[in-house]
C-alpha cells in the first residue's frame, strides 16, 4: 500500500488567495483526520470524518476553512481567503473503525505571504 | 481523554536502551495508553499501545505500572535514526488523539 497521501507537498501562496490541500486514505480506511501543526500550537486536529461524514470539526479555526470528503479515498481541505497565520503544516491521517492507530500522511508546508 | 506528563527532552547513546516516560495518574479504566514518533519533517508515526498488560512489537516495548499512572516506553537498542519526538497519549474510544508537546529523544554517537 503507498500509504497515505497529500497533494502538493510544498504550498506559496499570497495572502487573500484561496488554498486547496488534498489527502487520498489507506484503502479501506473509513476515518480521515486532518490536523495542522505550528511551532507556537504544535499539532492540533482540525476535522475528522467516519465513512465521508464530518463528525468533528471543533478544531477547525474560522469559517475561512473548510473540508470535504466526496467520497472514501479523496478528502480536501481549503482555505479561502488565506492568511499568513495559515501558514503550517498540514497533516492528513487514516484509520480502520475500532483503533486508534492512525497513519499519517508527509504533510503539505503551506507558506502563505 | 486524561492528561499526559512528558520530559521535555532526553538523551540516549546509540546502541543502549532508550526509556522514555510518561504520567499519566488521571487516566480511567477504559483508556488505552499509544505512542506516536515525529521525525524532524516526517507526519506521526504509530509506534505501539496498551491497555493494562505491557506489549511488545518489533519497534519497542510498552511497560505499564499496575495502577495504571504511568508508562515506560523502551526503544531497546536505539539508534540515530531513533532520534524524534516521542508523544505519550492516553485515549479512549472517541478516535481522537490529543498531542501534547513530547518527549525530543536525541541519539548521539
Known amino acids: 500500500d503507498a500509504g497515505v497521501i497529500q497533494s502538493p507537498r510544498h504550498e506559496v501562496t499570497e495572502m487573500g488567495q484561496e488554498v486547496t490541500l488534498r489527502c487520498k486514505p489507506i484503502s479501506g480506511h473509513d476515518y480521515l483526520f486532518w490536523y495542522r501543526q505550528t511551532m507556537m500550537r504544535g499539532l492540533e486536529l482540525l476535522i475528522y470524518?467516519?465513512?465521508?461524514?464530518?463528525?468533528?470539526d471543533s478544531g477547525m479555526p474560522e469559517d475561512r476553512f473548510s473540508a470535504k470528503m466526496p467520497n472514501a479515498s479523496f478528502s480536501t481541505l481549503k482555505i479561502q481567503p488565506s492568511e499568513p497565520r495559515d501558514s503550517a503544516v498540514y497533516f492528513c491521517?487514516?484509520?480502520?473503525?475500532?483503533?486508534?492507530?492512525?497513519?499519517f500522511g508527509p504533510g503539505t508546508r503551506l507558506t502563505v505571504l | 481523554d486524561a492528561k499526559t506528563t512528558q520530559p521535555p527532552s532526553m538523551d540516549c547513546a546509540e546502541g543502549r536502551a532508550a526509556n522514555l516516560p510518561c504520567n499519566h495518574s488521571t487516566i480511567s479504566g477504559n483508556e488505552y495508553v499509544y505512542w506516536y514518533r515525529q521525525i524532524h519533517s516526517q507526519g506521526p508515526q504509530y509506534i505501539i499501545h496498551?491497555?493494562?498488560n505491557n506489549e511488545t512489537n518489533e519497534m519497542a516495548s510498552l511497560i505499564i505500572t499496575e495502577d495504571r499512572k504511568s508508562s515506560t516506553l523502551i526503544l531497546p537498542h536505539a539508534t540515530l535514526r531513533d532520534t524524534a519526538v516521542y508523544y505519550c497519549i492516553v485515549t479512549g474510544s472517541n478516535y481522537k488523539l490529543t498531542f501534547g508537546k513530547g518527549t525530543l529523544l536525541t541519539v548521539n554517537p
Open positions: 496498551g491497555l493494562k
Open positions: 470524518f467516519n465513512n465521508n461524514v464530518p463528525i468533528d
Open positions: 491521517a487514516s484509520s480502520f473503525s475500532g483503533t486508534n492507530t492512525q497513519y
